[in-house]
Nanobody
Framework: VQLQASGGGLVQAGGSLRLSCAAS????????MSWYRQASGKQRELVAT???????NYGNSVKGRFTISRDNAKSTAYLQMNSLKPEDTADYYC?????????WGQGTLVTVSS
């Protein structure tokens, strides 16, 4: 199983980006998909999670600005990021529990300029 993250880039403050995380391989079930981020010199933090029922959870710093969703048919999770702030600048990583095992994708860099 592999997770492929994409969609990062450079955006001005107040702008939007959408990240994608596609799972591939021999997939029987995906119980949850999450996005984490790690800014330079800081610890990795949870951004958002969506579980198989569709329930979501967000980190306090992104509530009301970011939305996580998933397309089960495509085994893909999305992170819509609106009203971006310079402090959102970080490497964003997707994480998923697939077939009851944890997997990390590679990071995708989001840079928000002021």
């Amino acid at each position: 199983v592999q997770l492929q993250a994409s969609g990062g880039g450079l955006v001005q403050a107040g702008g939007s980006l959408r990240l994608s995380c596609a799972a591939s391989g021999s997939i029987r079930s995906i119980s949850l998909m999450s996005w984490y981020r790690q800014a330079s010199g800081k610890q990795r933090e949870l951004v958002a999670t969506i579980v198989s029922s569709g329930s979501t959870n967000y980190g306090n710093s992104v509530k009301g600005r970011f939305t996580i969703s998933r397309d089960n048919a495509k085994s893909t999770a999305y992170l819509q990021m609106n009203s971006l702030k310079p402090e959102d600048t970080a490497d964003y990583y997707c994480y998923a529990v697939v077939n009851a095992l944890p997997y990390w994708g590679q990071g995708t860099l989001v840079t928000v300029s002021s």
